[in-house]
């Protein structure tokens, strides 16, 4: 919902080894579009494990408002009565997306192609992202946007009534401008065609064949190519969300720099276009290790251990790596802090458009907490601390971010004196267990200025 509570000052003492199991919530991304496709689906679909995070429960409220029958079943099962490709009624008030880009933007696609009108907003930090971006594939298809200037929210979209279907190469990469017109082309006659050149997370690729839509996608010289036939019968799913990579970041990296520490992150998954963080640590030299790897509901998953790593070593970050570690730099940042030498992390000018400019907030925090970090408009380098690690004793803002909260957390669980943040608050829209979870491990965080 729009706009958070009082601010949740918190503070992340130095901890003690950090020992246990991490059992982190259900996979956002795979979330969010379990809601969707399931609202889109004439029948029950059958949801378990999804992540009971803000951001998602906003998404649960939007697809009641479009005529969806959603229902919390307890302990993470939910279950989707959806109205079908096309179905979707219009709904009587605005739709408030809270802090959740990859919500507002997947429903809006999903709305575009129908004959219905819908007002969109959100918190202070979803109401300052561009949503051009979205806006301008979405207008090719029939559809109209009247937002704010940079055509942000609040915008009022208005559906296709005679929807065409659309050919579009995604400006940046981006899963959810590809996802926005994947959903869109569902409801448009023959076939939509999405080009990118950088390859971003599938999930919309692979649940969009779950539920019966047909889809292919050519590795092409052009790029990837995804091309959707319109108006398919989608069949309703039993989907189970793998854990999400993105939240395991969190106690993984905590384990890397806090001495002593031995956690276990079981179930995470490991699609490709998601992993990159973990390859990255094992290039510099953490001790990381994927246990008990298989496959559940067509994703690659694996248990993961992490274990104190005194001697890794700053690395040149492949630019081409971004998109399967787009959402991991913030807590990488804080990782190289404790690494010899530079980390230098190029290619990354998406972060500035994400919940906050994530470049500029990890620089302003990692500095008040002792740390060297160079900044350039599409890349960040951190000059590593190495055994000695982070001072910090820094208060960072987390800018309604609830990644960069978490980064400077974990921060403060290896650092040699605390850390303190403005406002916890925003961690609850994608990880609302992290204060009992990474307590339950040995972290010592306290709701305070202490
Ligand atoms: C997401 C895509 C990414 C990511 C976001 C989730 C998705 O954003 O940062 O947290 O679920 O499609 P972009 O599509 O803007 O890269």
Redesign the pocket.
């Known amino acids: 919902m729009s706009g958070h509570g009082t601010p949740i000052p918190m503070t992340s003492r130095p901890a003690g080894p950090l020992n246990g199991t991490a059992d982190v919530p259900g996979d956002?991304?795979i979330s969010?579009?379990s809601l969707i496709l399931g609202a889109l689906t004439v029948g029950e679909t059958r949801i378990s494990g999804l992540l009971e995070g803000e951001d998602v429960l906003d998404t649960a409220r939007a697809m009641r408002a479009f005529g969806a029958e959603v229902t919390d079943l307890g302990g993470g099962d939910w279950s989707v009565h959806g109205v079908g490709v096309g179905g979707f009624a219009e709904p009587e008030t605005v739709i408030d997306c809270g802090n959740a880009?990859?919500g507002v933007?997947?429903i809006m696609g999903a709305m575009a192609t129908s004959p219905i009108t819908a007002t969109f907003t959100g918190d202070a930090s979803l109401c300052k992202r561009p949503m051009g971006r979205i806006t301008d594939p979405l207008t090719l298809f029939g559809a109209q946007a009247v937002g704010r200037s940079g055509g942000r929210l609040p915008l009022t979209m208005v559906g296709a009534e005679a929807p065409v279907p659309v050919r579009y190469v995604t400006p940046m990469?981006?899963?959810?401008?590809?996802?926005a017109v994947l959903l869109a082309g569902l409801n448009a006659p023959g076939q939509t065609v999405v080009i990118e050149q950088e390859a971003?997370?599938d999930?919309?690729e692979r649940m969009l064949r779950g539920f019966g839509a047909e889809l292919t996608v050519d590795e092409t010289e052009e790029g990837r190519v995804i091309t959707l036939t319109g108006q398919p019968e989608l069949m309703p799913q039993d989907i189970v969300v793998p854990r999400d990579p993105?939240s395991a970041a969190f106690p993984v990296c905590a384990a890397l720099i806090t001495e002593g520490s031995d956690v276990l992150v079981p179930n995470i998954g490991l699609n490709p276009t998601r992993a990159g963080l973990f390859t990255t640590l094992i290039e510099m030299g953490a001790d990381l290790t994927y246990e008990n790897e298989r496959e559940t509901g067509g994703e690659p998953v694996a248990d993961l251990r992490a274990k104190f790593s005194p001697a890794m070593t700053g690395i040149e970050v492949p630019p081409d790596r971004a998109?399967s570690m787009?959402?991991e730099y913030p807590v990488l940042s804080v990782v190289a802090c404790f690494a010899e030498g530079v980390t230098h992390m190029p290619g990354i000018k998406?972060l500035r458009?994400?919940e906050s400019d994530r470049i500029d907030a990890m620089a302003q925090g990692l500095r008040a907490c002792g740390a060297t970090v160079d900044e350039t408009e599409d890349s960040m380098s951190v000059h590593g601390l190495g055994q000695k690690g982070l001072p910090g004793g820094g208060t960072c803002q987390a800018h309604l971010d609830h990644r960069i909260a978490m980064s400077f957390m974990v921060a403060g669980m290896g650092a040699q004196k605390p850390v303190k943040i403005d406002d916890a608050g925003p961690i609850a829209t994608s990880f609302p267990i992290f204060e009992p979870l990474m307590t339950r491990l040995g972290a010592q965080l306290v709701r305070s200025n202490a």
């Open positions: 956002k991304s969010h579009r880009g990859t933007r997947l990469p981006s899963a959810q401008v590809k996802s971003t997370r999930h919309s993105s998109p787009i959402d998406e458009v994400k």
